[in-house]
């Protein structure tokens, strides 16, 4: 007999993270989705800004772009989204206003190929740039997937980076399962000070 667990608080990094995107944003801000993927938080995100708000949505994967603006027309939310094929280090290139909220899913792109990763070296620049774009009490978030080649360097990387954050500027948290096998995610959530 199998008994099949179900949780209804503390599901998952991506409902976690969920909440705080419901929690957080509001109406009229000015966001960005540094990992599109499948289009899931920019979506969410520009339900969250409203018609005053916009989203910044960056990815690599001309299929991660193209799947992100469909599923935003479907929806009659395309014209408050900016989608920009291109890699998440280069934000400061195409956005010049400060963000009241940042989220990235690094890892690969789900039932894509595999070998396309984020990298920790892109990463790192590219937060370190976030960081300074980010409004002051804006909030950051950071999913790190670790199950891939290459997922665990990048993870201890940004670790490294955050845990060096200087706690009069940056509040950073970790929320990381650790009874749960198979390398679960770990979500950062990092506060800019005022």
Known sequence: MVIKMSYEKIVNTIKISR?????????????????????NDTLLLARCVGPQGKVYGFDIQKEAIESTKEKLACENLDNRVILILDGHENIDIHINEKLDFIIYNLGYLPGSDKSIITKKETTLISLKKALEMLKENGLLLITCYTGHKGGLEEKDAVENFLVNLDQKKFNVLKYEFINQKNNPPVLYAIEKAR
């Open 19 to 39: 909440d705080f995107i419901l929690n957080f944003v509001k109406e009229g801000q000015v966001v960005l989705d540094c990992t599109v993927g499948n289009g």
